[in-house]
Every structure is written in C-alpha cells, then in structure tokens.
Nanobody, 126 residues
Framework: QVTLVESGGGLVQAGGSLRLSCAAS????????MGWFRQAPGKEREFVAANSWSTGTTYYADSVKGRFTISRDSAKNTVYLQMNSLKPEDTAVYYC???????????????????WGQGTQVTVSS
C-alpha cells in the first residue's frame, strides 16, 4: 500500500514557476514508477510526466517538454514536478501517481497506476 500527498500548488502569473511535491509512504518507494497527471475543468485527466523506477527514464507530454522537470529524492520518498514558463493552459488539478510499472507505454497510462494522491490546484493567470 502506498499513500501519496501532493503539495505546492497555487496561483502564479504566466511565465512564473511552481514546484509540486508528492510525498509517498512506504519503504519501497524506489521500486515504484511515479507519474504526474493533470485535469483541467471540463477536460479528461491527461499525462504530464513520469519517471520509470526500472530504467530511470523520464517521459514528458509534448505540451510540457522543455518547461517541466520530474525528479525524485528516494531519501525523502518524494517526487517533484518543477514547472517553469507556466502558461494559462497549464491551469489544472495536478495528481501524482505510483505504480510497479516500467515501460514507456505503461508509465504514460493513468489506468496502470493503482495509487493516487488527492491532487493540488495550479492556477496560471494571464
């Protein structure tokens, strides 16, 4: 069982930055792939970024590539999402997720993650 708690959301102007954190319970954090997903009002939840535990590879949605960075600190059981050059279209509730998965297709698929955080709101004003 893994419990995830996100933090770091808030209101920021376009062009600004935020860093989201996701603290995970459990002693096997390093054996879980971690993903970030987001859901904007009226839209389906979509993949943002992921880090595969088995390969260490990171993956990003095209819409955030070059602006967002996912990283993890195994000593703190925490995964981060550094978001730079934020745009109004980045406004959404951001969720972190954990799963014992590893392939590129798996880590980008929300249905493959059994554990989810409660979400944190990110609002980017124009």
């Amino acid at each position: 069982q893994v419990t995830l708690v996100e933090s770091g959301g808030g209101l920021v102007q376009a062009g600004g930055s935020l860093r989201l954190s996701c603290a995970a319970s459990g002693r096997t954090f390093s054996m879980y792939s971690m993903g970030w997903f987001r859901q904007a009002p009226g839209k389906e939840r979509e993949f943002v970024a992921a880090n595969s535990w088995s390969t260490g590879t990171t993956y990003y949605a095209d819409s955030v590539k070059g602006r967002f960075t996912i990283s993890r600190d195994s000593a703190k059981n925490t995964v981060y999402l550094q978001m730079n050059s934020l745009k109004p279209e980045d406004t959404a509730v951001y969720y972190c997720a954990a799963g014992r998965i590893g392939s590129r297709d798996e880590v980008q698929s929300q249905g493959r993650y059994p554990y989810w955080g409660q979400g944190t709101q990110v609002t980017v004003s124009s």
